[in-house]
């Protein structure tokens, strides 16, 4: 199987590439359009700055690519966050995958959410063989808002979309590769898509 991690100078690939090696498979990590499309699937994963991101893959064309792929695609964190419409962090457009914003949490001393929590309101594919109200591990100051794409959500000083699937495109607001055996499933759900 042939798997891309999206490269963008930023972010958790290394974790990402432990994570698929314990599953047995050896991703390779590009921010080459033509290795990304010819992909059997595309992970964009996420740790780093929106407008930095959103700038680096704009001038490597994958922001014009991302949207018109037409295999599984799975965002971890910063990756859900710039495939939706907005982001709040330094006002930056994103790529329009989801149609919601992202927002700032409400300034408090428990931002950024970061740690362990909950995922209820499992749905689809990717949480096969997942119970509700598991664990997962998160890091972030930013959300996605509920919406009609949502697929699994979480509370934290205010509900928010841990997940989200349009068509193709699958994203995860906490990261599935430090998420113990439930990130590991989650993963391995993504592989068997």
């Known amino acids: 199987m042939n798997i891309?991690?999206?490269?963008?100078n930023a972010g958790n690939i290394h974790s990402v590439r432990l994570a698929l090696r314990r599953l047995g498979v050896e991703p390779v990590v590009t921010d080459e359009i033509q290795v990304l499309k010819s992909a059997d699937k595309v992970i964009f994963p996420g740790v780093g700055e929106a407008?930095?991101?959103?700038?680096?893959?704009?001038?490597?064309?994958?922001?014009?690519?991302l949207p018109q792929l037409i295999q599984p695609v799975l965002g971890i964190c910063l990756g859900l966050q710039?495939?939706?419409r907005a982001s709040e962090e330094n006002a930056s457009r994103c790529?329009?995958?989801?149609?919601?914003?992202?927002?700032r949490f409400p300034a408090n001393d428990k931002v950024p959410h970061m740690g362990?929590?909950?995922?209820?309101?499992?749905?689809?594919?990717?949480?096969?063989?997942?119970?509700s109200a598991a664990f997962v591990y998160?890091?972030?100051?930013?959300?996605?808002?509920?919406?009609?794409?949502?697929?699994?959500?979480?509370?934290y000083?205010?509900?928010?979309s841990a997940a989200m699937q349009r068509d193709n495109f699958y994203a995860v607001q906490f990261h599935p590769?430090?998420?113990?055996?439930?990130?590991?499933?989650?993963?391995r759900n993504f592989l068997a898509l």
């Not at 407008?51 to 690519?65: E, H, K, P, Q, T």
């Not at 000083?157 to 928010?160: M, W």
């Open 138 to 155: 998160f890091v972030h100051s930013y959300y996605a808002e509920l919406n009609p794409l949502t697929v699994a959500t979480t509370d």
């Open 116 to 131: 362990w929590n909950k995922i209820h309101n499992l749905k689809g594919d990717l949480f096969r063989n997942v119970q």
């Open 177 to 187: 590769e430090k998420s113990g055996a439930v990130g590991e499933q989650i993963l």
């Open 95 to 103: 790529l329009g995958i989801f149609n919601t914003a992202v927002r």
């Open 4 to 8: 891309a991690v999206i490269k963008y």
């Open 51 to 65: 407008s930095s991101v959103m700038r680096y893959i704009r001038d490597r064309g994958i922001a014009d690519l």
């Open 157 to 160: 000083i205010l509900p928010f």
């Open 82 to 84: 710039l495939m939706c």
